[in-house]
């Protein structure tokens, strides 16, 4: 009995090639090969060889180098490509080695150089000094400026450095927490605030968001002694205002901060006293209080200028919170040295 094939109807012994096959077909787009093992091994190693000859280029330490993760490779390398894009090699003129050591040495903090977006481009040795944490240490939280910096004050240091990218050569200000060193919590109580200083620059011309970088001296200020240290109160005083923020009643310890007679402050807006430049963040600070619901709520504690009657700034911690009633704000204002 012969068996016809029911797509050619020739016989089947005959014809086997009309059959559909499932064998042996060729991967489709959706399905490819899939590597193996030993594949995935090699490339893995390849890999491993490239990050460790990108290390040994690096200009740390061989201990440095050897403690590195390649995560940590990686932000380094990155960190040294954002610093040739803005400073070519030969566009300054070297300089030796003990010379920069000396001079960083002299300054009362540590140099931080940024690109237009933030992003960290250099750190001077010196910050050892001040954080308790190498250089290498530091790009391990991350690298931009807002991972380095306390979380409470990425808004206010958005905002400066927005203002001086908008206005170049326009020098800013902002104080913030920076992250430490272990050992240096346990001894200190906490992270360190830290004064950043600088402006946006152009390194070379045309001007452009690739060849400016903002330069910055961060300089620490002291630590606040806690709330309930008794000492604290020779850092500190107090003032109570309407819901305008004009004065009503002030601590006669304003005038060893702020050179005022308590009688000389009574009536006057406490916005009058304010550095332009942080007058957002007071207001900000002013709204949460003022539209809080409740009582004593205080706001969360704001880093800013006030005018000495000498005409110069005084930097303060500046708590507020909303007394009994809601019809007065009491402000506790600690000063910074």
């Known amino acids: 009995m012969t068996i016809f094939c029911s797509h050619c109807h020739r016989p089947l012994q005959e014809e086997m090639s009309c059959l559909p096959r499932r064998d042996k077909q060729a991967p489709s787009a959706s399905k490819p090969f899939r590597s193996t093992k030993s594949a995935s091994k090699a490339r893995r190693d390849q890999i491993n060889v490239e990050l460790q000859a990108l290390r040994s280029l690096l200009p740390i330490s061989v201990r440095e180098k050897e403690r590195l993760s390649y995560l940590h490779t990686m932000a380094l390398v990155c960190l040294r490509l954002r610093g040739a894009q803005l400073f070519p090699p030969d566009s300054a003129p070297p300089a030796g080695p003990a010379l920069g050591t000396e001079l960083l040495s002299l300054l009362p903090g540590f140099l931080l150089v940024l690109s237009a977006n933030g992003k960290l481009v250099y750190i001077s040795e010196n910050v050892t000094q001040v954080l308790g944490l190498s250089m290498v240490e530091l790009l391990s939280q991350g690298d931009t400026v807002f991972d380095i910096l306390d979380g409470r004050a990425h808004e206010d240091a958005r905002k400066k450095l927005l203002l001086a990218q908008e206005e170049p050569g326009r020098e800013v200000t902002f104080v913030s927490e920076m992250r430490t060193s272990k050992a240096f919590r346990l001894q200190h109580g906490g992270n360190r605030a830290v004064a950043v200083h600088g402006r946006f620059t152009a390194l070379r011309w045309p001007a452009s968001p690739s060849t400016t ?41 304003v005038t060893y901060h702020l ?63 909303r007394d009994r009633g809601g019809h007065s704000i009491t402000c506790t204002s600690r000063c910074l040295r």
Do not use: K, N
């Open 259 to 321: 050179g005022y007679h308590r009688e000389e402050l009574i009536g006057q807006s406490w916005y009058s006293l304010l550095h332009p430049e942080d007058a957002d963040l007071a207001a900000a600070q002013h709204r949460a209080v003022g539209e809080s619901l409740g009582a004593g709520t205080t706001a969360e504690t704001a880093v800013l200028r006030l005018l000495h009657r000498d005409r110069t700034w005084a930097w303060l911690s500046v708590s507020a919170r």
């Open 213 to 253: 970088a903002f330069l910055a001296l961060c300089t620490p200020v002291a630590q606040l002694p806690a709330d309930g240290d008794a000492g604290s109160q020779d850092h500190l005083f107090q003032s109570t205002h309407i819901l305008d923020m004009t004065f009503t009643d002030v601590t006669e310890s």
